[in-house]
């Protein structure tokens, strides 16, 4: 593909073929791989690292494109229907648990060495409030399919307008989720807190049993008693 864009002062605008090279290909991957791993990237975005290496030959920084890839994203998704994307992440939730078996639910507030060392890998449940909290990490995992029309910032803002992410007062999106650790300290951590009740619909009936709980693991859950369920 090529890109439009403004040499110097003392050139006129031209048009650059900026294709990689076949051995310039893991340069890319490798800057890819790591900005990937602070944030969840659109396609829009993650194209513009094929310019890294065109960048890099020229001086210049990749992060004015960057802008522009997402403000490109911005304009199509403002054309796009975004009323669907709660039931559209819904039912990718649902889609990402069969794709991934996953059955991970940990019961707040007490958590374990190895339950606190595992917050990307884990679905943590404060059953006194009916509420479910994952990582941004594991977020960005199950709306992968969705980012492909849409950024994960335009997913979160409007799950929050659906009231399916709940986020604190001073937050963005997230908010902090207490616990208790195995020494019996109050810790908290950032994470992503969702409405256990706006997950479930006439469709996809009760969250837990549509996630193959065990009715003792379930039980388990929503019976878990005691004054630290009410952090």
């Known amino acids: 593909f090529e890109v439009f864009y403004q040499a ?5 605008d031209r048009l650059h073929p900026i294709v990689p090279k076949a051995n310039e290909l893991p340069v890319v991957f490798d800057h890819l791989k790591r900005f990937s791993t602070k944030k969840a990237l659109s396609p829009m975005e993650a194209a513009v690292f094929f310019l890294y290496n065109f960048a890099q030959e020229n001086g210049i920084s990749i992060n004015p494109f960057l802008k522009i ?25 649902f889609q990402w648990k069969e794709r991934s ?5 940990i019961s707040l507030p007490n958590l374990s060495m190895n339950e ?8 943590f449940v404060k059953s006194s409030k009916g509420f479910l909290y994952m990582s941004d990490k594991m977020f960005s995992e199950i709306i992968q399919p969705l980012t492909a029309s849409y950024s994960p910032s335009t997913i979160k803002e409007a799950l929050y307008e659906a009231d399916i992410l709940v986020k604190s007062e001073k937050s963005k999106y997230s908010s902090h989720m207490h616990y208790f650790n195995i020494a019996g300290q109050l810790k908290s951590h950032r994470m ?12 996809n009936g009760n969250f837990f049993y549509r996630f193959h709980l065990s009715a003792e693991h ?12 009410e952090l």
């Open 8 to 12: 110097n002062k003392f050139y006129s």
């Open 69 to 93: 890839a997402l403000q490109m994203q911005k304009q199509d998704e403002n054309a796009k229907n975004i009323d669907c994307i709660p039931d559209l992440f819904i039912d990718t939730l």
């Open 192 to 203: 992503l807190r969702f409405d256990i009740s706006k997950l479930e619909t006439d469709e």
């Open 116 to 123: 606190e060392n595992n917050f990307d890998r884990s679905i």
């Open 101 to 105: 078996n996953f059955s991970k639910f």
């Open 218 to 229: 379930h039980s388990n859950i929503f019976l878990n008693g005691g004054d630290k369920n």
